[in-house]
């Protein structure tokens, strides 16, 4: 079946370091969701893609839908210790409410004051 | 988007015992959405639920362990039978986004199976 590729499972940087965290897949998605989990919680919709090429912002966060369809990056600028979490990417092979997900394996990240 | 409301928010059961979770909708929607997430891990899907008719089950998940209701368009539960050490998980309900763009989920229920 689809899986998605996250990697490393850790990344540790300082307070006001930007970060860049990929996505990649063997197959072709046509939407990309990056999701973020604090603990205790469920996950919450950072960015959604719909395009192949598409770049998107949400505040200090921007990512992008790869040409390919294959792959995505989300960027964290100028972190702040609320950016700590796991970072998950997820895509549909169908765009739409009643499509299902694929989940990356997650991307947990620590912010050092 | 929609807001879910997902309880018990954890709970800790004995082995062979069955445990029902309930995931209630503030708005109607087609399908609903069952993930399971193990300790340290992603996000597995269980099964779709569509009201009205049987859930759809995925690979490696069973009816029989994983009994699902979906009354009506906005509650659904999920039951994890005969429970084992192993269910320990992060269950979590979700639904799809009106725009269509991803899922919104529930704050999952915390298992502990001993």
């Known amino acids: 079946g689809q899986q998605l590729n996250q990697s490393p499972q850790s990344m540790f940087i300082q307070e006001g370091e930007d970060v860049s965290m990929n996505c990649t897949s063997s197959?072709?998605?046509?939407?990309w969701l990056w999701y973020k989990q604090d603990p205790g919680e469920g996950p919450v919709l950072l960015i959604a893609l719909y395009k192949a090429g598409e770049l998107t912002s949400n505040g200090r966060l921007t990512a992008q839908f790869g040409i390919t369809r294959k792959d995505s990056f989300l960027n964290i600028s100028a972190s702040i210790p609320s950016d700590v979490g796991i970072y998950f990417c997820a895509g549909q092979l169908i765009a739409g409410a009643n499509s299902k997900l694929t989940f990356g394996k997650g991307i947990t990240l620590s912010v050092r004051p | 988007s929609a807001v879910i409301s997902q309880k018990p928010s954890r709970d800790i059961c004995q082995r062979g015992t069955s445990l029902t979770i309930q995931c209630q909708v503030d708005s109607q929607v087609t399908m609903m959405f069952w993930y399971r997430q193990q300790p340290g891990q992603s996000l597995t899907l269980i099964a779709t639920a569509n009201q009205g008719s049987e859930a759809t089950y995925e690979s490696g998940f069973v009816i029989d362990k994983f009994p699902i209701s979906r009354p009506n368009l906005t509650f659904s539960t999920l039951t994890v039978s005969n429970m084992s050490p192993e269910d320990s998980s992060i269950y979590l309900c979700?639904?799809?986004?009106?725009?269509?763009?991803?899922?919104?989920f529930g704050s999952g229920t915390r298992l502990t199976v001993v």
């Open positions: 979700s639904v799809g986004t009106p725009n269509g763009g991803g899922y919104t």
């Open positions: 197959s072709i998605f046509n939407t």
